[in-house]
RNA sequence: UGGGGAGUCGCCAAGCUGGUUAAGGCACAUGGUUUUGAUCCAUGCAUGCGAAGGUUCGAAUCCUUCCUCCCCAGCCA
């Protein structure tokens, strides 16, 4: 127990365990693999595969990646890096209707930006669904063939009748018992687009009583005259993903097929026809298995695409990277990085059991990440003018401050200390409360990198409202100066120039949603939405982020971590705050 | 009341072919450092593994019964 041995340092979880047993039985020791995804014939002319195992991220293109696809993607290429083999990225591109170009590059951008790539000995494993239409309608034929697969002319509605309940088996179709011919001719016909919509579907022949519903012959190919974004108007008939998915797992040579809880049940059906089409002479072995884990729940979000898509739609949001959104293009906008994702998987682990994750876990990730790679600025997010009164009108003096306050290599910068300045706010209390440290008549703070001052008091306008804070400074107790120390003291501010600040406008952030589990108890998880969930403010920053540009990253010293917003320009600063400091006064 | 899963500290999560005092992370608490009430460092934090029985020299790990939660009846994925 007392060897913490430093080679074993690769997280532990039921798949890893699962691929380790794999590797160490040599399940794939004979796996081939002929350079781009094919039948059983094709690999057959191949070479053992150099990977050692293959997984894939399969995204729908129909919509942007969200956080919960960052998990499976950490997930899927990261096992892949760890054990030597290779990670495809497959487009599941199978309803034309949903699916598009733009979300197919919007997917291949973020997973990128994750610092992935598909690339495996020279085999760039970039796929799509739709790149296997021919082989999946021999797949069709030959389950027909076989007799496992008809073509059905009842009406959707009469499919859905006939199903049976959870409790009570379904009843065979009419056209269940035709023979192999007629449905093949039949299909055939689909295909040539002699039906229209909805008019047939093949589906498979199982068992209509089986206590799961996914083996009551499920559908798994429809008719739909519809142009797809890649094969256009070549097909009018596309397979179901129950039926299309084994099938790209196996032509891709994948060995552990990894996907959420909610397909557990689709697994028989996944085995079923990958053991037909082996037999049929389709496909090798080994084949491909498929693993399920918990997907990503977090709260006061919501990860669902159709409530995504709501979202943008109804224009609750301001599009799919709107800072509050959950999506992986949000997120970025946010400020939020891709290695505050991966320590936030790393964190969180892969499990079988249903989860919730805090949402504070996602922003102590991005926090600890952050801590590490923004340099330090000074901004007043709520300014209030203090005036040193015993300095002249005209005084200057440059004050030194680090840009990172651990790694001194980072250099330093200087800021323009001037008679009148910004100070926050939340700063000075007049009466100050119990333990309250900072600006209040009488006491002394020092202005950060600077001189410690003396709060004398306070100027009011008519209606009693705060609008000045005078102090006098203390000479010698400059920061830097060996007299520095000579005066100790608990509270230190940042302040910036009047007459140097930067104007800009900030987005504070806060959660899209008000409750913890949107929609849980209110029916509507619209209604939980925060209408607050924005605020925009002006603020002063120092005088060195004059030429900050769109995606540049600082911590604002004492409040947080921001980003330069896309939409920022050098006339018109904007930035985002990507997440507060951790406050643990009050 | 069918089938498939899951229940280990506030949040995650190892362990689960039975064997000393139940890993680890986060959060939290208390000290210390600190020119960010930040960071950092140190220490603490489950006689308990959904519950009740049982087997055993010994059980989170095996058996029995029960409880709770999640998923499945798209020509979506």
């Known amino acids: 127990m007392t060897n913490p041995s430093p080679t074993n340092t690769l997280p532990s979880n039921f798949i890893r365990a699962v691929i380790e047993k794999n590797i160490e039985s040599n399940r794939f020791a004979e796996k081939k693999w002929n350079g781009k995804p094919g039948d059983k014939s094709h690999h057959n002319k191949g070479s053992i595969d150099k990977a050692k195992i293959r997984t894939r991220f399969p995204p729908e293109p129909n919509g942007y990646l969200h956080i919960g696809h960052a998990k499976s993607i950490f997930l899927n290429f990261g096992l892949a890096k760890d054990y030597n083999g290779a990670c495809h990225l497959r487009f599941d591109d199978t309803n034309p209707e949903k699916e598009n170009e733009e979300f197919v590059k919007g997917i291949i951008d973020n997973i990128k930006w994750l610092g992935f790539d598909w690339n495996f000995n020279n085999d760039s494993n970039l796929y799509y669904a739709s790149d296997y239409f021919e082989l999946m309608y021999s797949a069709a034929e030959s389950l027909i063939h076989s007799g496992q697969a008809y073509v059905d002319k009842q009406t959707a509605e009469q499919i859905k009748n006939s199903r049976g309940t959870l409790t009570t088996p379904g009843k065979d179709s009419p056209w269940r018992e035709n023979q192999p011919a007629e449905n093949l001719k039949l299909f055939k016909e689909m295909k040539l687009g002699k039906y229209e919509d909805g008019a047939m579907v093949l589906r498979a022949k199982i068992n209509m009583a089986s206590p799961n519903m996914n083996l009551r012959d499920p559908a798994i190919y429809r008719i739909k005259h519809a142009k797809h974004h890649k094969t256009e108007n070549q097909w009018c008939i596309y397979p179901m993903y129950t039926f299309a998915h084994p099938i790209e797992d196996a032509l891709e040579s994948i060995t552990h097929s990894i996907c959420t809880l909610e397909f557990e049940d689709q697994r028989p059906f996944y085995e079923w026809l990958l053991k037909q089409l082996l037999k049929n002479d389709l496909l090798n072995e080994p084949l491909p298995k498929q693993y399920e884990f918990a997907r990503l729940n ?289």
């Open 298 to 586: 977090l709260t006061y979000v919501v990860l669902s695409k159709r409530r995504l898509i709501e979202l943008v739609e109804k224009n609750l949001v301001n599009g799919w990277d709107d800072p509050r959104m959950p999506t992986l293009i949000g997120a970025k906008r946010r400020g939020y990085t891709p290695e505050g994702f991966k320590l936030f998987t790393e964190r969180i682990g892969v499990s079988k059991a249903d989860s919730w994750i805090d949402y504070s876990t996602l922003e102590d990730c991005m926090r600890e990440v952050l801590n590490e790679s923004s340099n330090r600025r000074v901004a007043v997010l709520d300014p209030l003018k203090l005036v040193i009164n015993n300095l002249p009108e005209e005084f200057e003096e440059d004050c030194l401050a680090p840009n990172h306050p651990k790694k001194p290599e980072l250099g330093k910068r200087t800021i323009k200390l001037t008679k009148e300045l910004w100070i926050e706010k939340a700063d000075f209390m007049e009466e100050p409360e119990k333990k309250y440290f900072r600006l209040f008549p009488g006491n002394q703070v020092r202005l950060r990198y600077g001189y410690v001052v003396t709060c004398t008091g306070c100027e009011k306008d008519k209606d009693g409202n705060i609008i000045k804070v005078l102090c006098e400074y203390l000479p010698n107790t400059k920061s830097g100066t060996p007299g520095s120390d000579s005066v100790k003291v608990k509270g230190n501010i940042h302040w910036v120039s009047t007459k140097y600040a930067l104007d800009a406008e900030v987005s504070l952030y806060d959660r899209l949603f008000k409750t913890e589990h949107p929609g849980k108890k209110s029916e509507n998880y619209l209604d939980d939405i925060n209408l607050e969930s924005v605020k925009k403010i002006k603020i002063k920053l120092e005088e060195n982020l004059v030429n900050i540009e769109p995606s540049d990253q600082y911590q604002f010293e004492r409040h947080g971590y921001f980003i330069c917003d896309q939409e920022s320009t050098s006339e018109n600063l904007k930035i985002n705050r990507t997440v507060t400091l951790r406050d643990t006064w009050k």
